[in-house]
């Protein structure tokens, strides 16, 4: 395989990548509503950490581990950005 063949496979999982982002955001939108309606507060350390957990134990490549919780660490930071953004739309 050459490198134009696996940038084309990188582009493609891009795609799947950024679609499934746009459908996260979306369900942030919602808890964002949530939040505002109930008075609780953007950042829930727990959960976040739960969450990071989760995906660092689902991760089947050790070798990936430290980046794919990275990454996640950086949705949620942006999550939460957009959740305060949102926030103060209101």
Known sequence: MDLN????????????????????MKLV??????????G???YDPERE???LDKVGASVLNPEYKEAIVASFADIMKHSRTYQAS?????
């Open 29 to 38: 939108t919602r808890v964002s509503a949530y939040k505002q309606r109930t």
């Open 86 to 90: 949102k926030l103060e739309e209101k």
């Open 5 to 24: 063949e696996i940038r084309q496979q990188i582009d493609s999982v891009d795609n799947e990548i950024v679609a499934l982002l746009e459908e996260r």
């Open 49 to 51: 950490q739960a969450l």
């Open 40 to 42: 609780k507060a953007i």
